[in-house]
């Protein structure tokens, strides 16, 4: 069926070092990928996304890496801060243009001081 | 503010009862969604309307029934609420499925609580 999938539940990084989340996702007919940040209490976030046409796309102090022969996504973020620890999902879109998003199952990340 | 929103933010009422979330949003978009958040912080899709119309409607009970007066305002009503139905609930807008797929904007959540 289709999935959506961490490696890791909880990463833990110092502060100031670069953090790598990663996701592995089923559907290889999925064209849109997405990373989300949930802070407790809040609704999820935007931070970036991607097509299935780019294997690559930045945005301020987060890079996305979409490797789809290995149906594998990344989330990078330089730098980290406190301000950063949250849980982090990416999504895909299974194809679907309906809007619908297959969620995966979140990676805490915890910044220390 | 431009935001999603989505009242109560808490909610907590017997088995058995009826009870309605509303969300609303101002930033002009065409698609609003729900999704329902587990113990374990597992989102799913529930339903989702494109300008008023039934877009999106994944296997839920009937007890749930989503209602959209007017594109931008999409509330859920549960009939006979039972506890595998306590999770956090969230309202969500995205431009529109006809530009193909868009960030989705997030609500804060309606945290439900059956005793």
């Known amino acids: 069926g289709e999935s959506v999938g961490l490696h890791l539940p909880t990463l833990s990084v110092q502060e100031g070092d670069n953090s790598i989340i990663n996701c592995a996702y089923s559907n290889s007919a999925s064209d849109y990928f997405i990373w989300y940040k949930q802070e407790s209490g809040k609704g999820p976030q935007f931070i970036i996304d991607i097509r299935s046409n780019m294997d690559k796309r930045q945005g301020q102090r987060v890079t996305v890496l979409l490797n789809k022969t290995v149906k594998h996504l990344s989330l990078q973020i330089a730098a980290t801060q406190p301000g950063d620890s949250a849980v982090y999902f990416c999504a895909e879109n299974g194809s679907s243009n309906t809007g619908k998003l297959i969620f995966g199952q979140g990676t805490t990340l915890q910044v220390k001081p | 503010d431009t935001a999603v929103s989505q009242t109560p933010k808490y909610l907590v009422t017997q088995m058995g009862n009826d009870k309605s979330i509303k969300c609303e949003q101002n930033?002009?978009?065409?698609?609003m969604y729900w999704y329902k958040q587990d113990s374990k912080k597992f989102l799913k899709i529930m339903f989702s309307?494109?300008?008023?119309?039934?877009?999106i409607n994944e296997t839920v009970p009937n007890r749930f029934s989503p209602k959209s007066p007017d594109k931008a305002h999409l509330n859920l009503h549960i009939n006979s609420l039972e506890l595998g139905d306590s999770a956090v609930y969230f309202c969500a807008s995205s431009p529109g499925t006809a530009r193909g797929n868009q960030p989705q904007h997030f609500g804060d959540g309606t945290r439900l609580s059956i005793l």
């Open positions: 930033l002009g978009h065409d698609t």
């Open positions: 309307y494109n300008n008023k119309e039934l877009i």
